[in-house]
């Protein structure tokens, strides 16, 4: 079993930037995909970024340009480096990763972007 703990989330005016972290612990023999999604209160969860284990990257439309992901296999930790947030990127963000064919989600932490 794999759990995953994020942190970073919290309030931000619109411009401003925020870094979101998440770590896993547990039976961790290796972990493959590690990313990011976003929720809102009833609506659909959509893909932020994801990183693959020799550091491939991949960007949805929402944040390309602004957000950088990135990961440290050592510390099995996935980072999300937020710029130039927009009050539309207000969301719950959730990390996952996948291991040994099995996706693991953390329970996500609130982001809030507001004068």
């Known amino acids: 079993q794999v759990q995953l703990v994020e942190s970073g989330g919290g309030l931000v005016q619109p411009g401003g930037s925020l870094r979101l972290s998440c770590a896993a612990s547990?039976?961790?023999?290796?972990?493959?995909?590690m990313g990011w999604y976003r929720q809102a209160p009833g609506k659909q969860r959509e893909l932020v970024a994801f990183i693959t284990r020799d550091d491939t990257t991949y960007y949805a439309g929402s944040g390309k340009g602004r957000f950088t992901i990135s990961r440290d296999n050592a510390k099995n930790t996935v980072d999300l480096q937020m710029n130039s947030l927009k009050p539309e990127d207000t969301y719950v963000y959730c990390c996952?990763?996948?291991?040994?064919?099995?996706?693991?989600w953390g329970k996500g932490t609130q982001v809030t972007v507001s004068s």
């Open positions: 547990g039976s961790i023999f290796s972990l493959n995909n």
């Open positions: 996952y990763a996948e291991s040994a064919g099995t996706v693991y």
